[in-house]
């Protein structure tokens, strides 16, 4: 069982949004501003595409956007477009204990 | 360009040894912290281990804390994770990654494609 709890699937038709959650505790997520997202291709290493919660890295599209309330985080797509088929993982830092931990990934169908 | 590649995976049997490697090119490797991030078959992301950008730090998984050793050379610019004591539970794909500078950040901007171990009798 991974440490951050997300959906395991999410499908919407092309040109529409999808959110994706990430639930975790008050020792990570809630604690620290570290969330970093990933996509991921089946058979393909995973590209960051959020980090800090919110911060998007040069070169990822400006449809993808991330926020945080509390120990949850989420990851905002908008406008689908079929390339945006793939599994999402959420990541936070969770201090000197654990250090880093997981979502178990969200699929990502457009319809 | 800008990349990381892993190597040595391969199929081992419980309780034995295997080292794999990450060789990064385009970037200062010296200058950046890296990780390990392992993916079992079918399954989602488990961070693994990290190592300083000077080696001075290590961090492990409970998982794994005991049985890998995660270590760098720069004059190779090259990241190591040495396996020990191997369970079937360690059958992943083994992913090189790179912290993005600076204090500790905890995420990871640039991945290799990954090197699959398989333990196995």
């Known amino acids: 069982q991974s440490a951050l709890t997300q959906p395991a699937s999410v499908s919407e038709s092309p040109g529409q949004s999808i959110t994706i959650s990430c639930t975790g505790t008050s020792s990570d997520v809630g604690n620290y501003n570290l969330v970093s997202w990933y996509q991921q291709h089946p058979g393909k290493a995973p590209k960051l595409i959020i980090y800090?919660?919110?911060k998007r890295p040069s070169g990822v599209s400006n449809r993808f956007s991330g926020s945080k309330s509390g120990n949850t985080a989420s990851l905002t797509i908008s406008g689908l477009q079929t390339e945006d088929e793939a599994n999402y993982y959420c990541?936070?830092?969770?201090?000197?204990?654990?250090?880093?931990?997981f979502g178990g990934g969200t699929r990502v169908t457009v319809l | 360009q800008v990349q990381l590649v892993e190597s040595g995976g391969g199929v081992v049997q419980p309780g034995r040894s295997l080292r794999v490697s990450c060789t990064a090119s385009?970037?200062?490797?010296?200058?950046?912290?890296m990780h390990w991030v392992r993916q079992a078959p079918g399954k989602g992301l488990e961070w693994v281990a990290m190592i300083s950008y000077d080696g001075s730090d290590k961090y492990y998984a409970d998982s794994v804390k005991g049985r890998f050793t995660i270590s760098r050379d720069k004059s190779k610019n090259t990241l190591y994770l040495q396996m020990n004591s191997l369970r079937t539970e360690d059958t992943a794909v083994y992913f090189c990654?790179?912290?993005?500078?600076?204090?500790?950040?905890?995420?990871?901007?640039?991945w290799g494609r990954g090197t699959l171990v398989t333990v196995s009798s």
């Open positions: 990541c936070s830092y969770a201090g000197s204990s654990a250090f880093v931990v």
């Open positions: 800090e919660f919110n």
């Open positions: 385009g970037f200062t490797f010296s200058s950046y912290g």
């Open positions: 990654a790179k912290e993005p500078g600076g204090a500790y950040r905890w995420y990871f901007d640039l």
